[in-house]
């Protein structure tokens, strides 16, 4: 007798779609019959999976954690992982395998963000609709069909970064306080602005401002500051004839060969290519 009952779709990806794309190695739905354990490691491949009915544990990065109904898993296959469902409450789950050359950067930008491995999202429709059109567009063979498994996967992914980020930003005590760093360089980044002098003004510790700020917004403060002004410095080089020198003092810098460089590293060209491009 099987321990599972399965619905499973096994994908083998295009040249393109494997160095273009996110793609899918199998996406399906299972029912756990009784339990035994599916284990894997070294795997290269990442696993997006929800729980939609019963309960499970999951080991995974050391550690064991009970599943129930509505909990999202996101975990990199590379590291060793097994998952088994209860036998008092056997799971059904749906999930998808998939990889693609930017989806080891994605996640581990996930991960640097503290975004958990494990969480239950306030809705779930939003992740199994996903999961549920990936099938669908695989089953039907579509000709569009790794391009729109791209998107959903992209979608997937999308949804487990604003579902975590938007928990995390009522978990911080401090977020008030950033949050109106945030504002003051958005409304005064014309002027000249430390972190010195915003640690000061905010009566808050220069590192703790710095690493508070990257965890709340994924980049640093001076990173920020850069782009805000180079902005600016895009839309004056566009819609007015103001000088290289005029712009940049407009935008906060307070040398323009300091500007063109910056702009540069930005944009991969000077101030006046960017005018003349566009």
Known sequence: ??????????????????SHYFYVQE??????????????????????LTVLDGEGVLSYNGEKHRLSAGDCVFINCAQSYSHES???????????????????????????????????PRNILSFTDALDQLYLCH?????????????????????????????KM???TISAKIRQVHEYISENYRQKISLEDLSSRFFISKYHLSREYKKVYGVTLGNALASLRISHAK???????????????????????????????????????????W
């Not at 499973?8 to 494997?18: E, G, Q, W």
């Not at 996406?27 to 997006?48: A, D, M, W, Y």
């Not at 059904?92 to 991960?111: M, T």
């Not at 839309?235 to 702009?263: H, P, W």
């Open 139 to 167: 089953q039907t063979k579509s000709p569009l069909m790794e391009l729109t498994s791209n998107k959903y996967i992209t979608d997937i992914i999308t949804l487990c970064f604003t579902e975590n980020e938007s928990l």
């Open 86 to 120: 209860s036998a008092s409450h056997p799971w059904s789950l749906k999930w998808v395998h998939f990889n693609g050359p930017e989806a080891r950067s994605y996640y581990d930008y996930y991960i640097s963000r503290e975004n958990p491995y494990l969480f239950h």
């Open 170 to 172: 009522g978990e911080y």
């Open 1 to 18: 007798m099987p321990k599972t009952s399965s619905s499973r779709i096994l994908s083998t990806p295009s040249a393109y779609a494997r």
């Open 27 to 48: 996406v399906g739905t299972l029912q756990s019959l009784e339990p035994h354990i599916s284990k894997r490691q070294n795997l290269n491949s990442f696993l997006f």
């Open 235 to 277: 839309s004056m080089l566009r819609f007015s004839d103001e000088s290289i020198d005029a712009i940049a003092q407009n935008c906060g810098f307070q040398d323009s060969a300091y500007f063109i460089k910056v702009f540069k590293r930005t944009e991969n060209m000077t101030p006046l290519q960017y005018r003349k491009k």
